[in-house]
């Protein structure tokens, strides 16, 4: 059975830093891309990164770019979000997920990032 | 990276049709035939509903169909039943490895 587990989330000031990692088990994880998405408290959807298999294709949406930073271990089956310069607007619950053909068939149950003072 | 465009709600009877529209750009919808659709009920994850346009992942009742039409992908749902009521997301691959997700339709079971 496919799971990922997300980690790492919680209260953080304006200004700060956040690490979250997302745990994955039951398939070949160094096979697949792997993405966050996020949901702030009563909105949609919004991509966040995109991590390809290898680590060698990496990309970010405007809204973090230069703040976030995406990561992984393959060895650890595990995927990373460091989070630098938290805002306010930042404040989400922080999926990752699992893409396939270009969709995302695995999600995990989210960890939610608070930006607060 | 604009969002692509939902209607905010929809609605219909037990048994009837509904359709949620998602609109893009040549860039992504009109360009990719990797448009996705998620269904998520309240304080849950998201749950992937239709795959490359059309394609409905094993366990998705067939009821649930997907299309699309130059830069509009559409989502169907066939024979509502009281457990669909959700919000539903449409999202695209927009190249480079970036994606795209819409505003968000939430469906209503009158």
């Known amino acids: 059975e496919v799971q990922l587990v997300e980690s790492g989330g919680g209260l953080v000031r304006p200004g700060g830093s956040l690490r979250l990692s997302c745990a994955a088990s039951g398939f070949t994880f160094s096979s697949f891309t792997m993405n966050w998405v996020r949901q702030a408290p009563g909105k949609g959807l919004e991509w966040v990164s995109s991590?390809?298999?290898?680590?060698?294709?990496?990309s970010y949406a405007d809204s973090v770019k230069g703040r976030f930073t995406i990561s992984r271990d393959n060895t650890k089956n595990s995927l990373y979000l460091q989070m630098n310069s938290l805002r306010a607007e930042d404040t989400a619950v922080y999926y990752c997920a699992r893409v396939a053909s270009g969709s995302y068939n695995s999600w995990g149950q989210g960890t939610l990032v608070t930006v607060s003072s | 990276q604009s969002a692509l465009t939902q209607p905010r709600s929809v609605s219909g009877s037990p048994g009837q049709s509904v359709t949620i529209s998602c609109t893009g750009t040549s860039s992504d919808v009109g360009d990719y035939n990797y448009v996705s659709w998620y269904q998520q009920h309240p304080g849950k994850a998201p749950k992937l509903m239709i795959s490359d346009v059309t394609k409905r992942p094993s366990g998705v009742p067939d009821r649930f169909s997907g299309s699309k039409s130059g830069n509009t992908a559409s989502l169907t749902i066939s024979g509502l039943q009281a457990e669909d009521e959700a919000d539903y997301y449409c999202c695209s691959f927009a190249g480079s490895y970036t994606y795209v997700f819409g505003t968000g339709t939430k469906v209503t079971v009158l």
């Open positions: 991590i390809s298999f290898s680590s060698r294709y990496i």
